[in-house]
């Protein structure tokens, strides 16, 4: 057949031959005269047209024999259902249709001219191997079950896309093998049907139009759009793998195909049940008609006390036909305005509720009245069952979701060592179960090598002292400026008198500031100066307009001046947020070296703690190369957080200086989870050495000498054995060649630390990139080994 399939087992003649054999046997039968002179007027007249019995090659001629066709296949399809059926003449897997009722035509002709009939889910490989099973079933009488629900799905003239399910009728066809055509055995057939997928096995053994299919086909379409909406709804339910936006269109798209409305649109709203109130879903794209663009509504204040008892004593669907006739009647409540802003005319409200509890609200709205009506509110029957399953699983996802944050920001459960804490849990809840009595028990972890690092803010207590101390002077000026004004228009002894004091506490700050001259200050401000400050303003346009600049410029909550301490404190939380989230990301690339516990904490800086060991994991060995590349790893991000740290401040209001140090402990240790601290923290008195050093290190001075350890544009590595020292030598001049590190390297003696004796130090300047594309400083840390080796 012409303009068939260039890939298709079969050679394709559209022919009649069959539906005339059965008239012709069905007359040798018929009782009937009326039937039997049908019959032959039938037979007599398509018979003046050999080339239906012999077959068409070009479906161009269909076109040609379009009445004779029509009044052969009148039985089949009868013109008293025209306009019900979705019927047509077909050839199998190639979308030609003929003979078409005027419902299926009515159909395609609102679909458009750029329309071509597809089935879903179809391609030509699967067309070529269902043509194949044709062949094995009708010829070699195989019976091989491949039906499979096949669809059209077609667009109306509103451009809402519509479902149809196909129904075939291939009584009409004869089968039979050409002149390529290969004889099929048993064992060929059981290997076909193992490869259902290799479309050219099935092609070795049918090549392309090897066998000649004579007659036609006849499909049945059933429009089942709510039926097929409702179980690709199901689908979207129960596997969300997209986007936010794209499963919020999609849900959208279904609801349309079910109401048939092509602008409907979908809202939710959130029960929140512990402060009775309504709230916006956490994604972005989810809309709430009720709340419009507020966040947050009181559950009786955002819709009425009607609405309100329907949806969540009653659970039964709210629908608002006439949005505007809602309005009157409840003098433009809540719902009504936020509706109306929204253009919405008609809506359905449908709780969304799992036993008596409450979990949202479904929102469809129109924006025509009468459209949205609690008549056709009964289709969300058989559909809100699976949306108020969706509904606890995302809402139980969710919590899950706060457990792991809370988790992760507020204890110090870290991922790595979560394996023994669920170990432990499981032993805990099965003694509870058997026994109704269990204690969960002590967690700890022998034999680990502790890291530890900090990179600290130089002289923070001196910055933030300053900031204070000026914030306090300039107040002090301006109330001066003002009670000097005050003075010279009023002359009251008491302005000069508070003048006097003010004078008094500046010339006490600028010459100390000590633990008590905020409070003091605070006291003097809340007795004395702010008693007096509304008569002053009252006094003149000047005054009134000084106390006015003055007001401020104070912090409604403390009323102090808050500018420079803000620009300070602005500083360092920025600082501190940058930091913590550089080492977060750089611990992803961390545990890949060796899961090991991790914890860091903000202070004046970021510190952090390291431990790593075979005791830390459960089934995986250790070897000390892995404390090595993990040293390495420390030494190389600390660095790079000492160039974030100048980066960044580039758009700060103050600048800031870090000083960074590194403690290197040579022995194991045994650390233990404090379940009153909920924190990990060494165990034994001997390892308590380890601590003390941690405290009071940053504080050490050089030996016989008044200066700190720790210097800004420095890394200081302290450590006490001799093999530590060559250890980190080989990281400094390795890092040196990676432009991490300068040339200048200091070791050092430190001043003993508290009863600990003999302490050094390598201290070396770090090399600073003036932004943050830095040049190629990739660390191959799975390569250090070899590194070492060779150095």
């Known amino acids: 057949m012409k303009n068939q399939l260039k890939d298709f087992p079969l050679d394709i003649k559209i022919s009649f031959h069959r539906i005339i054999e059965q008239y012709q046997e069905q007359l040798k039968r018929e009782q009937s005269s009326i039937a039997r002179k049908y019959m032959e007027d039938v037979l007599d007249y398509v018979s003046s047209f050999p080339k239906l019995t012999e077959g068409l090659d070009d479906p161009q001629e269909l076109k040609k024999y379009q009445d004779p066709i029509r009044i052969l296949l ?61 062949i094995l079933n009708h010829h070699y009488g195989y019976e091989i079950d491949f039906s499979r629900p096949m669809y059209y799905d077609i667009p109306d003239e509103n451009g809402i896309l519509k479902h149809y399910r196909l129904a075939l009728n291939a009584d009409f066809i004869d089968i039979e093998p050409g002149e390529n055509a290969i004889e099929i055995t048993e064992k060929d057939v059981d290997q076909l049907i193992q490869n259902i997928d290799d479309v050219d096995l099935w092609k ?162 129109s924006s025509r009245k009468n459209e949205l009506n609690s008549i056709n509110a009964i289709k969300l029957d058989e559909i809100l069952p699976y949306i108020v399953t969706s509904m606890e699983r995302n809402r139980s996802e969710f919590e899950n979701r706060i457990k792991a944050v809370i988790q992760s920001e507020c204890t110090s459960i870290h991922p790595s060592v979560l394996w023994i804490f669920e170990r432990e849990a499981k032993r805990f809840i099965k003694d509870l179960d058997e026994d109704g009595l269990a204690s969960f028990k002590d967690i700890a972890f022998k034999d680990v090598y502790p890291l530890y690092g900090q990179i600290d803010i130089v002289a923070s207590s001196e910055a933030r002292n300053s900031a204070i101390q000026k914030d306090l002077i300039q107040q002090l000026d301006m109330l001066e400026e003002i009670i000097d004004k005050a003075f010279q228009e009023e002359g009251l002894p008491i302005y000069d008198q508070v003048r006097y004091r003010i004078i008094e506490f500046k010339d006490d700050l600028e010459e100390n500031l000590n633990a008590s001259s905020e409070q003091k200050v605070f006291n003097l401000l809340q007795k004395e100066v702010n008693p ?34 803000k620009h300070y404190d602005e500083t360092v939380q920025r600082i ?200 190629d400083k990739t660390i191959n840390y799975e390569g250090l080994v070899d590194y070492l080796e060779l150095h």
């Open 74 to 134: 009148d039985d089949l399809f009868p013109g008293i259902l025209t306009n019900n059926e979705i019927k047509a003449a077909s050839l199998p897997f190639h979308n030609i249709i003929f003979n078409s009722s005027k419902r299926f035509k009515a159909i395609l002709a609102e679909a458009g001219e750029d329309y071509t009939l597809e089935m879903r889910n179809m391609d030509e490989s699967m067309y070529y191997i269902f043509g194949c099973i044709i």
């Open 204 to 365: 070795e053994k049918f090549p392309p139009r090897s066998w000649i299919f004579r007659g036609f086909t006849i499909i049945n379409l059933t429009d089942v759009t709510v039926d097929d909406a409702i179980s690709e709804l199901k689908t979207t339910l129960l596997h969300q793998e997209t986007s936010d936006k794209d499963e919020l269109l999609k849900f959208q798209e279904i609801f349309r195909s079910i109401y048939k409305i092509p602008d409907l649109r979908v809202g939710y709203t959130v029960y929140n049940k512990r402060e009775m109130v309504f709230e916006r879903m956490n994604s972005r794209e989810a809309q709430s008609f009720i709340l419009h663009q507020q966040l947050v509504s009181d559950c009786k204040t955002g819709i009425c006390e009607k609405s309100f008892q329907k949806l969540l004593e009653e659970q039964a669907y709210f629908t608002i036909s006439n949005v505007k006739s809602y309005a009157k009647k409840t003098g433009n409540n809540l719902l009504s305005q936020n509706l109306q802003k929204s253009k919405v005319k008609s809506c359905i409200l449908a709780p969304i509720a799992n036993g008596n509890e409450l979990m949202g609200v479904l929102e469809l709205v």
């Open 532 to 565: 007096i400050m509304e008569h002053v303003s009252k006094q003149s346009e000047e005054l009134k307009k000084l106390v006015e600049e003055y007001q401020s410029k104070l912090n409604p909550e403390t009323g102090v001046v808050y500018q420079l301490r």
């Open 576 to 775: 501190n947020r940058t930091m913590a989230r550089y080492i977060d990301r750089k611990q992803v690339e961390a545990q890949r070296i060796y899961p090991h516990y991790f914890e860091r904490y903000k202070t004046d800086g970021v510190d952090h703690n390291m431990y790593i060991g075979a005791a830390l994991t459960s089934n995986r060995p250790f070897n000390m190369v892995y404390l090595y590349n993990l040293r390495l790893w420390q030494l190389s991000t600390m660095c790079e957080m000492e160039n974030r740290f100048y980066q960044i401040q580039k758009s700060t209001p103050i600048k800031l200086d870090a000083a960074s140090l590194i403690l290197v402990f040579n022995n194991t240790l045994s650390i233990r989870y404090r379940m009153d601290e909920k924190k990990f923290d060494v165990d034994g008195t001997y390892n308590a050495r380890y601590e003390i050093i941690k405290k009071r290190i940053d504080k050490a001075f050089i030996k016989n000498t008044e200066e700190r350890i720790t210097q800004k544009g420095k890394i200081v590595i302290v450590y006490s054995q001799g093999s530590d020292e060559r250890e980190y030598l080989r990281y400094v001049k390795y890092l040196q060649t990676k432009k991490y590190l300068g040339e200048e390297v200091e070791l050092l003696e430190l001043e003993d630390v508290q009863g600990v004796v003999g302490l050094r130090a390598i201290r070396v300047d770090i090399l600073y990139t003036p932004d943050e594309k830095e040049p």
